[in-house]
């Protein structure tokens, strides 16, 4: 087999669903994780910490990968901290990988806080960036974690002649359970929760968001990216943002979800009412949820991850994004964003991780 394909990150949301369209398209893919799922999908596990190296050397003695799909970090308390941590977990891997000398195209998923910065950063200071938020748009003046695991990204292809690709979706929609930022999941736990208290779907977030543009990225069209970028010359070197290609406004899809759910919904209402602050009494709620419908017993903040919802429906401008690098090149990929929410709830019902 030609191809060989190591996801970084393999549990989390853009790696499952990644590593599952690479074995789909035929490629042998080895999925690492500090937990890696031993589920037999096709999926080699490769259990290994990216902070230890002679773990990784260990873990990755006998595998010789030709691509190599970077989707995981590390939240730390502060970006300096985040910035050490998530660079070195870039720099130990393929410093691992240089010995080998496979390594054909290294791509690296960040996001667009490439463009926002921190969530601080435009509220304190009121300039809000330009959108829609195009891939030529230059590195803020603030510190980054993204920046340092691009530099580490650009350092090692220097060194040993790899290809690279970046890729920066907008909030990513997918199915993976236990991830630190999934909003579909979240907002799935949510409205079972007031489906239960027989109370409406509160929209969490600022006006700006509710009014505005907005878009999303499926994780599955994510996935389609990083594999044509990786296996397309032309592609070759160059950052890519990546969202479904449909924009959509949230008053518009707050109610639609609340209707799917079968629970009422209330908009905007002239405050921000954080979902963290709403959920944070229910997880006995949730307890008996679980012992009603007979779900996977999983405790509520291990499914929902309603601080990061917060940040991303809390945001006091419109975000929507322009995908002009890989449109040009040839990418012509497209997914509807509120199939793209109806597939993941479905799929978690199927699961019994919500109740039908």
């Not at 599952?20 to 910490?49: C, F, M």
């Not at 090149?329 to 509807?336: I, K, R, T």
Request: aromatic letters at 10%.
């Amino acid at each position: 087999m030609d191809r060989i394909a190591l996801v970084v990150g393999a549990t989390g949301i853009t790696g499952s669903n990644l590593a599952q369209e690479l074995v789909a398209n035929g490629w042998q893919t080895y999925g690492l994780a500090r937990h890696p799922n031993s589920s037999n999908n096709g999926i080699i596990p490769v259990k290994a910490d990216l902070l230890d190296i002679e773990s990784l050397k260990t873990a990755l003695e006998k595998i010789n990968p030709t691509h190599v799909f970077f989707t995981t970090w590390m939240r730390k308390d502060s970006e300096a901290e985040n910035i050490a941590v998530n660079s070195t977990l870039v720099r130990n891997l393929l410093d691992v990988l240089s010995e080998k000398k496979t390594v054909e195209h290294v791509a690296l998923v960040t996001g667009l806080k490439h463009y926002l910065g921190p969530f601080e950063a435009y509220v304190g200071s009121g300039i809000f960036p330009v959108t829609p938020i195009r891939e030529e748009q230059p590195r803020l003046e603030y510190p980054n974690f993204y920046y340092a695991q691009e530099d580490e990204v650009y350092r090692a292809a220097a060194r040993d002649g790899f290809s690279w690709s970046i890729h920066r979706p907008h909030t990513v929609v997918g199915h993976a359970i236990g991830n630190l930022m999934n909003l579909g999941v979240t907002l799935a736990v949510y409205a079972s929760i007031c489906k239960q208290k027989g109370t409406k779907m509160i929209w969490p977030g600022s006006e700006a968001q509710w009014n505005g543009i907005s878009d999303v990225t499926d994780a599955r069209i994510l996935a389609k990216q990083l594999i044509w970028a990786s296996t397309t010359p032309k592609a070759k070197n160059t950052p890519f943002n990546i969202v479904n290609g449909d924009v959509f406004r949230w008053n518009w899809l707050w109610e639609r979800i609340a209707t799917y759910f079968g629970v009422g919904f209330e908009g905007f209402n002239g405050t921000v009412r954080p979902l963290a602050d709403q959920l944070a009494a229910d997880g006995s709620i949730w307890e008996e949820l679980v012992k009603q419908h007979g779900l996977t017993n999983t405790e509520l903040f291990q499914l929902a991850s309603p601080w990061h919802t917060d940040l991303d429906l809390g945001r006091p401008i419109e975000v929507m994004v322009d995908m002009a690098n890989s449109r040009k090149l040839g990418f012509s990929a497209y997914q509807n964003t509120e199939d793209s929410f109806i597939r993941l709830f479905e799929q978690l019902r199927e699961e019994k991780i919500i109740p039908q």
